[in-house]
């Protein structure tokens, strides 16, 4: 039984480039949520996904968006990608847009130079 | 806004000695606290959890214990292995906010053999 997937591992961007990940959630999950983890910090939310639709958001700017498609997988875009945007990126899904027991992947590491 | 702080950030025991972690939180909406292990490089697992309507929580040599009036929550590790060395996160969260886990700062405990 295969945990959340994502993908790319590791990624390097410049300033004001555009990045997409992307997250399979573990299997018999329906619900996508995104957490940004900086270094030595706890991660923190972005925003979850479920029914394709985005139900909560955290404080991050439009420049952060998302997606969720039917196969419950989704992805997570950055636009004009700033210096201060260089973290982990973290999936974690659950089932039935509930806030308990979200099962992590091992995330992305995004640097941007 | 909501807050979760943990303390301490690092803490280092001998092995078989025991390890408390102690965060509070802002929002007494709050009825979700999970604790998350994250060892260097991987996914947060979480290890235990609790609802406001219940106390404590035991799960073989992990406790989690509760108190909503003074909006405390406590991780107790008995009887510490080294393979407990990880950094450990607290979380706090709403029901009707989805998948949005407000998490501490982190601890880094260190099991010293």
């Known amino acids: 039984d295969a945990g959340v997937t994502q993908s790319p591992t590791h990624l390097i961007k410049t300033r004001g480039q555009q990045v997409t990940l992307r997250c399979s959630p573990k299997?018999?999950?329906?619900?996508v949520s995104w957490y940004q983890q900086a270094l030595g910090q706890g991660p923190q939310f972005i925003f979850q996904?479920?029914?394709?639709?985005?139900?909560q958001r955290g404080n991050f700017p439009d420049r952060f968006s998302g997606h969720q498609f039917p196969n419950y997988s989704s992805e997570l875009n950055v636009n004009a990608l700033l210096l201060g945007d260089s973290a982990l990126y973290l999936c974690?899904?659950?089932?039935?847009?509930?806030?308990?027991?979200?099962?992590f992947g091992s995330g992305t590491q995004l640097s941007v130079l | 806004g909501e807050n979760v702080e943990q303390h301490p950030s690092t803490l280092s025991v001998q092995e078989g000695d025991s390890a408390v972690i102690k965060c509070t939180y802002s929002?007494?909406?709050?009825?979700?606290f999970p604790w998350y292990k994250q060892e260097l490089g991987k996914r947060p697992q979480l290890i235990i959890d609790?609802?406001?309507?219940?106390g404590e929580k035991k799960d073989q040599r992990i406790a989690v214990t509760l108190n909503k009036t003074a909006k405390h929550f406590s991780l107790h590790i008995t009887e510490t292995q080294p393979e407990d060395s990880a950094v450990y996160f607290c979380?706090?969260?709403?029901?009707?906010?989805?998948?949005?886990?407000?998490f501490g700062q982190g601890t880094e405990l260190s099991v010293k053999p």
């Open positions: 974690a899904s659950s089932w039935g847009a509930t806030n308990e027991k979200l099962f």
């Open positions: 299997s018999g999950h329906d619900t």
């Open positions: 996904y479920y029914e394709e639709e985005e139900r």
């Open positions: 929002d007494s909406a709050s009825n979700y």
């Open positions: 609790i609802r406001s309507n219940v």
């Open positions: 979380a706090a969260s709403i029901d009707n906010q989805g998948g949005k886990l407000i």
